[in-house]
């Protein structure tokens, strides 16, 4: 059972949510990725995400996606998908679950209703670029 699982702490993976917009579109284009801060990969990643919460004036909760990596090398980032902006006034929930040397770990990042805009932007490590970002 989950309960019976020995978790490891979760520490130096982030989750970053960047503005990408290569000039060829009309509105700014947005993605969210994961970013690998350790020193040694990381194997059978799984992603799911969702969101929800309310939405002008109703419950909503969106279809869960589910996104596969191989393998993160250390330091490095990978897209895991691109949100629609008008997702932010949600909360969008990225469930991680993977393996470092020979265990298992899980955490629940949440970038909460709102919090995705320009006065929390930071600079994403290892990206090069700004943006929000969740550890």
Known sequence: MIKDIDFGKVEDLAFAVVPENDGTL???EWSVFLVNMKNEPIEGVIVASTGYGDLDGKKVKTSTFRQ???KVAS???????LIEKRLFALNNEF????WQNG????????FVTE?????NFTQIPLMNKRGVMIK
Request: no cysteine.
């Open 26 to 28: 009309p509105e700014e």
């Open 115 to 119: 919090s995705i805009n320009l006065e």
């Open 103 to 110: 265990k298992m770990f899980d955490k629940k990042y949440v």
């Open 68 to 70: 596969f990596f191989d």
């Open 75 to 81: 330091n490095e980032f990978v897209k895991v998908e």
């Open 95 to 98: 469930w991680i679950s993977f």
